[in-house]
C-alpha cells in the first residue's frame, strides 16, 4: 500500500479506490470536489459544513481525492449522509457508491439504528444512488409520528432539508 500523510487513517482499497477518514486540518485540499459538483446554496455550505462537520471521508485515486462525504450523528442513534461529492471524471465509476458503502458501515460501528439523507428531488442520479441502498424516501409527517413533532422539528432543522429537497432514509436495525 502506498506511503499516507500522517494523520489519514485507511478504511477500504480496492481497484484502485482508498476510503480514507479525512483530518479536520486536511479538509481544505477536498474544496475543488465540492467547487465541480455543487453550485449556489449547496456550494457555500458544503464549504462551511466542511470545516466543521465531525466525520469527512474521502476517496482517493492514486493519491489523490476524488470523491467525499460530510456524515453527522443526530439525535439518539441516528446518522445523516450530509453531502457525497464525486469528480466529474469519476462518476459512474462507482466512487459514489463506495462512499455511501463506507457511510453506512461508519454508522453501522457506531451502533446507530437509522440513517437519513435528503437530495434535491430533481437528482435522479442522487436518488437513485441513495435507493440502490435500500433507502426509501419519507416525508415530515412520518417523521413526526415517529419521534414527535418537537424532535422531528430539531432532525429536519439539524438535517438543513430545504424546499425541493426529499428526505430519504434507511434501517439499519
Do not use: C
Request: proline share 2%.
Amino acid at each position: 500500500m502506498a506511503k499516507r500523510e500522517r494523520g489519514v487513517q485507511a478504511l477500504i482499497q480496492d481497484s484502485g479506490l482508498l476510503v480514507v477518514d479525512y483530518p479536520p486540518e486536511k479538509r481544505k485540499a477536498l474544496e475543488g470536489l465540492l467547487e465541480e459538483s455543487f453550485e449556489g446554496w449547496y456550494l457555500r455550505h458544503s464549504k462551511r459544513t466542511i470545516r466543521n462537520i465531525e466525520t469527512v471521508k474521502a476517496a482517493l485515486r492514486s493519491g489523490a481525492p476524488v470523491g467525499l462525504t460530510m456524515l453527522r450523528k443526530l439525535y439518539e442513534r441516528y446518522g445523516y449522509v450530509f453531502y457525497i461529492a464525486v469528480a466529474m471524471g469519476e462518476r459512474k465509476k462507482g466512487v459514489g457508491g463506495r462512499l455511501l458503502d463506507e457511510a453506512l458501515a461508519h454508522f453501522g460501528r457506531l451502533g446507530m439504528i437509522g440513517v437519513y439523507a435528503s437530495v434535491e428531488e430533481d437528482n435522479e442520479a442522487s436518488r437513485k444512488l441513495f435507493q440502490s441502498r435500500k433507502f426509501v424516501r419519507i416525508g415530515f409527517g412520518d417523521e413526526s409520528r415517529k419521534h414527535g413533532l418537537f424532535k422531528a422539528l430539531m432532525m429536519y432543522r439539524a438535517m438543513r432539508v430545504v424546499p425541493g429537497e426529499i428526505l430519504l432514509y434507511r434501517d439499519l436495525g
